[in-house]
């Protein structure tokens, strides 16, 4: 069976506020369900969508030093 959690369980596996939890749902960033009225997080889900975002995080870091070594060269 699939881990639920809450927005206050989320926080504190993140180690982030429940105010930044909401405002990420608010703002869909971040994968969420509701249950009847209640909004839950898998726990699967959340740690693919921080794999993900490290992903994009470690994709654009290359990305700066390239341009970075580029502009280098061409002066």
């Not at 881990?3 to 993140?14: K, S, V």
């Not at 429940?18 to 209640?38: C, D, G, L, S, W």
């Not at 995080?57 to 990305?63: F, I, N, Y």
């Amino acid at each position: 069976m699939e881990t639920f959690l809450t927005a206050n369980e989320l926080a504190g596996l993140l180690k982030l506020s429940v105010q930044t939890i909401r405002r990420y749902t608010m703002k869909k960033e971040i994968p969420f369900h509701k249950i009847n009225r209640a909004v839950r997080y898998k726990k699967a889900e959340i740690e693919r969508w921080i794999e993900s975002g490290t992903e994009a995080l470690k994709r654009e870091e290359g990305k700066g030093k390239r341009e970075k070594r580029g502009a280098r060269e061409r002066y």
